[in-house]
């Protein structure tokens, strides 16, 4: 896993900024949103295998959130220019191919496993985001 930490940082860089060029981050952020993207995807990859999904995803979305909170404050962007790069790395749409692709095999034990995964990857990204704008709170909230 050593020897592939340098490739999984430069895969979620590479991501990150995609992402961050898609989603139109203007050119005076972008050298934040990039890093604070690729921090949730290098920490889920990074979690122990053996932890639940569900809660992993959480931490990650946390992660992006509280430091997409924090970084709105100091450059008084919106905090949705630094998480969105972030959170979209963590959707689960592996999951659901292949929940799909199991299900079509008619493979319904694997499928449901798969979807399961891939709702409760899906909860723990909406509960981390949620946790983090009332763990960092906004300016506006201030």
Request: glycine letters at 6%.
């Amino acid at each position: 896993m050593t020897q592939d930490v340098p490739l999984l940082i430069a895969a979620a860089l590479l991501g990150a900024a995609a992402f961050a060029i898609v989603f139109r981050t203007p050119r005076r952020y972008f050298w934040l949103t990039v890093p604070i993207g690729a921090c949730p995807f290098i920490l889920i990859k990074l979690i122990p295998t053996d932890w639940n999904v569900g809660f992993g995803s959480f931490l990650a979305a946390l992660l992006a959130g509280c430091l997409s909170h924090i970084a709105a404050r100091v450059t008084r962007a919106p905090a949705q220019c630094f998480l969105i790069p972030g959170v979209i790395l963590l959707v689960p749409g592996t999951y659901i191919y292949r929940a799909f692709n199991a299900a079509l095999s008619r493979r319904f034990e694997d499928a449901f496993s798969l979807s399961l995964s891939a709702v409760a990857i899906t909860l723990g990204v909406s509960f981390g985001v949620l946790l983090a704008n009332w763990v960092v709170p906004s300016r506006k909230a201030l």
